[in-house]
């Protein structure tokens, strides 16, 4: 199934969330039909899982983000991954942004309040995608199909379609849990007119991981299920991620969970290709050059049936700006807002005459130094994402406005660097192993075996900056360096905490604050201390 060819089928309108306690109604748009007649037709199903995944993809149900899924915010603003790339980016190393719109730069300089308009989002993309799943797992149980005469016959599909619907709502309360800390609870059985109860960050991450643990055997197995649909593999990769993460989350450190769950991943089949270039991941057709065969999970889309202003539409117009040709990115016109900082240069060796094939950096007239937030002339730019084809041709969209770009939620070589992380902290696994993953990966980007790494060069340290630049702008920064302790007591870099040279901030900023907005309509939160 491909999943941006269905939203809704029937054509079933979710109601816009602003708070998590809102209703989802079933409400008929064209032909009126009721909720019994379309749960009773099983071909509906596929279109309702698919506004279950379509809510990760799309700001809304019409063509650029028209009839937004959230209210407050432009619904180009709104879409998931738009937004968990600005709160997992921005306030790190990695990027910076000339935009001036309200409380966009407060991230570089890690300065957000509870008032800030993307948080509140975010927060609201949550708690709205759990709504979405847990309206499909309400009325997927075994007594509603009954209830509505789908035959056994047509129960198989729908079956594991509950099981992708546990794993995606497990998946947006993973980043609800490692943002926000705590959030408000909901799950099928619960009232969506009563406001959830607060479950604590620790909770949460049990929570997670016995939902993940439960499903990890019911779910397709890994690789079975038609490319960007979750599978075995993609809740391996997330309870990885989990475990990884788990002392920050938890206090325990379960690091041999991780050695245990990579090696699952790695061992399924996925595979590295060292012969063709780093940027082929990041193309127009990187669902069919090769690339597809390193994503483990993947969030689609495509020029003519994705039109949305976030996603990796997002990521390939917001970098183009000042001497780069638009054209050569397969779209119609940057937008002059993101770059990266200088100390992220820094982490490849000759910096922008580097050997490393990863470092994409533009810099024709773009100085590495950021005087200025503002100008996008100020920090070197990045060509990372390009809606181009490997032959060079343009993707599908014929007026450049809207990309092709799969973007890549987990890959293998983060596997290959978790397992390596992972077996440094004493999760236990093969340093000789991990060495050869990373030294896979140093392969692929410089052509060849001469930058190799041995034993003795692989370090935390090491870890850390091969991290970046490995899986930079793909979401993964601002939660690497709270694991390292660099987020905001220590580490320092262009514009954090509104100083030009950067300097340290609170820890706790560490996590971001619940929206004002929602500690108004919910009086079971609590406010994050520092806020």
């Known amino acids: 199934m491909k999943i941006y060819k269905y939203l809704l089928g029937a054509a079933v309108a979710i109601l816009a969330l602003v708070g998590c306690e809102d209703t989802l109604d079933l409400q008929p748009r064209g032909e009126q039909?009721?909720?019994?007649?379309?749960?009773?037709?099983?071909?509906?199903?596929?279109?309702?899982?698919?506004?279950?995944?379509?809510?990760?993809?799309?700001?809304?149900?019409?063509?650029g983000d028209a009839d937004a899924d959230i209210q407050g915010i432009d619904g180009g603003f709104s879409s998931y991954t738009r937004n968990l790339w600005k709160l997992s980016e921005l306030p790190t190393d990695e990027a910076v942004i000339a935009w001036g719109d309200e409380g966009i730069q407060d991230f570089q300089r890690q300065q957000w309040s509870d008032g800030n308009q993307y948080i509140r989002a975010m927060y609201s993309r949550i708690t709205y995608q759990?709504?979405?799943?847990?309206?499909?797992?309400?009325?997927?149980?075994?007594?509603?199909?009954?209830?509505?005469?789908?035959?056994e016959s047509d129960?198989?599909?729908?079956?594991?379609?509950?099981?992708?619907?546990?794993?995606?709502r497990a998946f947006s309360y993973y980043h609800g849990m490692d943002m926000f800390g705590g959030m408000p609870f909901q799950d099928e059985t619960t009232d969506p007119k009563?406001?959830?109860?607060?479950?604590?960050?620790?909770?949460?991450?049990?929570?997670?991981?016995?939902e993940l643990l439960d499903i990890e055997d019911k779910i397709t197995p890994a690789r079975m299920n038609p490319y960007g649909r979750a599978d075995q593999a993609t809740v391996w990769m997330t309870l990885a991620k989990l475990y990884l993460n788990a002392d920050v989350y938890t206090g325990t450190a379960r690091n041999t969970e991780v050695i245990t769950y990579t090696e699952k991943v790695i061992t399924a089949g996925y595979s590295v290709d060292t012969s063709k270039p780093y940027q082929n991941l990041f193309l127009a057709d990187n669902g069919s050059n090769g690339s597809q065969n390193e994503f483990i999970w993947t969030i689609n889309y495509d020029g003519l049936k994705t039109r949305t202003f976030g996603g990796t539409t997002f990521l390939t117009h917001a970098p183009v700006g000042g001497k780069m040709d638009a054209g050569n990115f397969g779209i119609n016109g940057g937008w002059a807002g993101i770059r990266t900082t200088p100390q992220f240069v820094e982490l490849f060796p000759g910096e922008e005459n580097s050997a490393d094939g990863r470092e994409l950096f533009f810099t024709q007239d773009q100085t590495k130094k950021i005087a200025d937030q503002s100008?996008?002339?100020?920090g070197f730019a990045i060509s990372k994402f390009?809606?181009?084809?490997?032959?060079?041709?343009?993707?599908?969209?014929?007026?450049?406005d809207f990309v092709d770009i799969d973007f890549p939620v987990f890959r293998l070589a983060d596997a290959y660097l978790m397992y390596a992380e992972a077996n440094l902290r004493g999760g236990g696994g093969s340093t000789g192993q991990a060495v050869n993953y990373?030294?896979?990966?140093?392969?692929?980007?410089?052509?060849?075996?001469g930058s190799n790494i041995a034993a003795n060069d692989l370090n935390l340290t090491f870890i850390l900056a091969e991290r970046g630049r490995e899986l930079y702008w793909e979401t993964h920064r601002r939660q690497d360096l709270i694991r390292?302790?660099?987020f905001s007591v220590n580490g320092t870099w262009a514009w954090k905490g509104n100083v030009q040279s950067g300097i340290t901030t609170p820890q706790f900023r560490d996590l971001f604050p619940v929206p004002a907005e929602q500690l108004n309509l919910n009086d079971n939160l609590i406010q994050n201390p520092g806020y």
């Open 33 to 63: 039909i009721t909720e019994g007649q379309l749960l009773s037709d099983p071909a509906a199903y596929e279109g309702l899982i698919a506004k279950v995944y379509g809510g990760i993809t799309l700001g809304g149900q019409g063509g």
């Open 130 to 151: 759990v709504a979405l799943a847990n309206d499909f797992l309400k009325n997927t149980t075994e007594a509603k199909l009954d209830q509505n005469g789908i035959q």
């Open 155 to 168: 129960r198989v599909n729908i079956r594991a379609y509950r099981n992708e619907a546990r794993f995606l």
């Open 194 to 210: 009563i406001p959830g109860q607060l479950i604590e960050r620790a909770d949460l991450f049990t929570y997670i991981e016995s």
């Open 375 to 378: 100008k996008f002339t100020n």
């Open 386 to 400: 390009k809606n181009v084809n490997v032959d060079g041709t343009a993707g599908s969209d014929p007026s450049g």
């Open 438 to 449: 990373i030294n896979i990966l140093r392969e692929r980007a410089y052509g060849n075996s």
């Open 484 to 486: 390292f302790n660099q």
